[in-house]
């Protein structure tokens, strides 16, 4: 079974700075993860996936993500956030073997970019 | 291409009742999976639906049920509604390889249902 921890309920921040957004998961299996972000009314939307290869991952909209296996983290950032990034962000993993739709979430982060 | 699009978008259903709820999959994928996302809370899996049979669920009871189409849209039923079944319910498709967890999920914007 997996499990995964976002640390932050929310997190506010003044434009322009830095943000990083806490993921830790648990699994008794090898898993891929991925971070989304939901806009009020709207669904969820991809922002970036560690799959293999290097432990850095960048994705859309400016965002980043580093996996460490020994800590079981996989938390995201921004070096520079915008008004416009305010919405709430779901770290999630899925197992590789089985059930390819089978994403499990976190509880989720709201992130408040501040003017 | 067209996204994942889900219909109604809001509904209002007393406890007790039945519900449908609907999903056009974006154009080329065969795989389609539902959640339920409670307020405040992340979405939790209900179903995945490949080649027409369902071939995973989460811990949901099976008041649960879903069908998926020769045109890989796809129906949530919910029979004896609970007001713990207030939530926004997501559908979600890709294309997929039996058996693989790598898939790209494309969701749609949801169906929230309202139980009084």
């Known amino acids: 079974a997996q499990s995964v921890t976002q640390l932050d309920s929310q997190v506010p921040v003044f434009e322009e700075a830095p943000v990083e957004l806490r993921c830790n998961y648990s699994s008794s299996v090898s898993v891929y993860l991925f971070w989304y972000v939901q806009y009020p009314n709207q669904g969820l939307q991809l922002l970036l996936k560690?799959?293999?290869?290097?432990?850095l991952v960048k994705g859309i909209n400016g965002f980043e993500a580093e996996f460490n296996k020994s800590q079981t983290s996989f938390h995201l950032r921004k070096p520079s956030v915008h008004i416009s990034d305010t919405a709430e962000y779901f770290c999630?993993?899925?197992?590789?073997?089985?059930?390819?739709?089978?994403?499990?979430f976190g509880a989720g982060t709201i992130l408040r970019v501040k003017s | 291409e067209t996204g994942v699009t889900q219909s109604p978008t809001h509904l209002i259903k007393t406890r007790g009742q039945q519900v449908t709820l609907r999903c056009s999959s974006q154009s080329g994928h065969n795989t389609v999976s539902w959640y339920q996302q409670a307020l405040g809370q992340g979405p939790q899996f209900i179903f995945q639906?490949?080649?027409?049979?369902?071939?995973g669920r989460g811990n949901f009871p099976p008041r649960f049920s879903g069908l998926q189409f020769p045109n890989y849209s796809s129906e949530l039923n919910v029979n004896a509604l609970e007001l713990d079944d207030s939530a926004l319910y997501l559908c979600?498709?890709?294309?997929?390889?039996?058996?693989?967890?790598?898939?790209?999920?494309?969701f749609g914007a949801g169906s929230r249902l309202t139980v009084l």
């Open positions: 979600a498709s890709s294309l997929s390889l039996r058996g693989s967890g790598a898939n790209v999920l494309t």
């Open positions: 560690y799959l293999s290869g290097s432990t």
């Open positions: 999630a993993v899925s197992p590789r073997v089985g059930y390819g739709n089978k994403l499990v």
């Open positions: 639906y490949y080649r027409e049979e369902e071939n």
